[in-house]
């Protein structure tokens, strides 16, 4: 009985191993060292697609400064008052 399971790990491991053996990939050459056309010209692949897009960001600019002519206006204060349905607090305009 124990000679049928080792027997079966070891065929298995040995199966296992055939598969890896099997998987492995082939020699793999880059482009550049594939027959290229004519005696000594080789050609690069083609790659066809549209050409990248590049959108500045929009710029933001800081107002420009108001000329006053004079004195600057000063601000006012408002007192507290009803505003369609709602109590505003006095505060500087």
């Known amino acids: ?11 298995a491991v040995a199966g296992l191993a055939a598969l890896g053996v099997a998987a492995m990939p082939g020699q793999a050459n880059a482009w550049w060292r594939g027959p290229g056309i004519g005696i000594g010209i080789w050609v690069p692949p ?21 000329a006053y ?14 505003q ?3 109590w505003v607090p006095a505060h500087w305009s």
């Open 84 to 86: 369609g349905g709602y």
């Open 46 to 66: 083609v790659v066809v697609a549209p050409p990248p897009v590049y959108v500045p960001p929009p710029a933001y600019y800081a107002p420009p400064p108001v």
């Open 1 to 11: 009985m124990l000679t049928f399971k080792r027997l079966g790990a070891i065929s």
């Open 69 to 82: 002519y004079g004195a600057a206006p000063g601000r006012v204060w408002v007192p507290a008052h009803w």
